[in-house]
């Protein structure tokens, strides 16, 4: 399941011990909803689905430590959020984007 579904999400998780559950799904749903959104996959097999669980404790924080989410929106001149586009060899985005380049090069 996982195999199929790389390409399309932002990550895969295959749950191969009941006890591991409550923290997959926060750090799913941690990843789905942090930077760009998009589909997080789990896959429960049957065995971890039916096995019993007498008392789990859901995480309070998520802990990924190598995971570090940015977005690469500009806000333009009437506030609302752009996504940028990508010319040929990285050239330029928005005219915002060029805005701010130039100044940038300008401090430095």
């Known amino acids: 399941m996982s195999g199929i579904t790389r390409t399309i999400c932002k990550h895969n998780y295959l749950v191969s011990n009941v006890a591991d559950l409550p923290r997959v799904m926060k750090e799913a749903f941690y990843i789905a909803a942090s930077g760009r959104p998009g589909p997080v996959s789990i896959d429960i097999p049957v065995d971890v689905l039916t096995a019993g669980m007498k008392h789990y404790v859901y995480p309070a924080k998520v802990n990924l430590p190598g995971y570090r989410p940015t977005t690469a929106d500009i806000r333009n001149r009437s506030g609302n959020w752009r ?9 330029f985005f928005t005219p915002e984007a060029a805005l701010l380049h130039r100044e940038r090069k300008k401090n430095c």
């Open 83 to 91: 996504k940028p586009f990508r010319t040929r060899k990285n050239r």
